[in-house]
């Protein structure tokens, strides 16, 4: 992929070739965090899902399950003050349903100024109807 970038307002244009799709789904999942909306995050996963953090993977085999995490997740980021988000594609592969991305994070304050930046690497598959994050790999 190219080394266009992400700005917080919208997507940079994807590459010849690259499912637009698939950038929906991190555009919605970036506005879920954005809106502090714990279902929308939970509904651009596929069940079960696995996040790997801190050196330890967790598997959430409803959405309820991880509900409680994306809530626990919303209530450090208000305290940190975290008010928009955007994100960068370092590389991306899709091979019909499944798919591989890395993204870098920057979260900022309301005053734009970075307050966490980190990177993930995602999983995917489409279900049919979307792609779904499988798993999340965060670097520590």
């Not at 809106?35 to 996040?51: G, H, N, Q, R, S």
């Not at 592969?93 to 734009?112: C, F, I, K, P, R």
């Not at 995602?122 to 792609?131: C, N, S, T, V």
Request: charged content about 30%.
């Amino acid at each position: 992929m190219s080394e266009e970038h992400r700005e917080p307002d919208g997507l940079a244009e994807p590459d010849e070739g690259y499912d637009e799709e698939l950038l929906d789904l991190f555009d919605e999942y970036r506005e879920s965090f954005e809106d502090y909306d714990a279902e929308a995050v939970a509904d651009c996963f596929a069940y079960p899902a696995v996040i790997w953090q801190f050196g330890k993977g967790n598997v959430f085999q409803d959405e309820e399950e991880l509900l409680e995490n994306i809530e626990t997740l919303f209530a450090a980021l208000e305290k940190e003050g975290v008010v928009t988000s955007a994100f960068d594609i370092l590389s991306a592969h899709v091979e019909g349903d499944a798919a591989m991305a890395t993204l870098t994070w920057t979260q900022s304050d309301a005053d734009g100024e970075p307050v966490i930046e980190f990177t993930c690497h995602y999983h995917l598959i489409y279900d049919g109807d979307a792609w779904r994050i499988a798993m999340i790999v965060n670097e520590p």
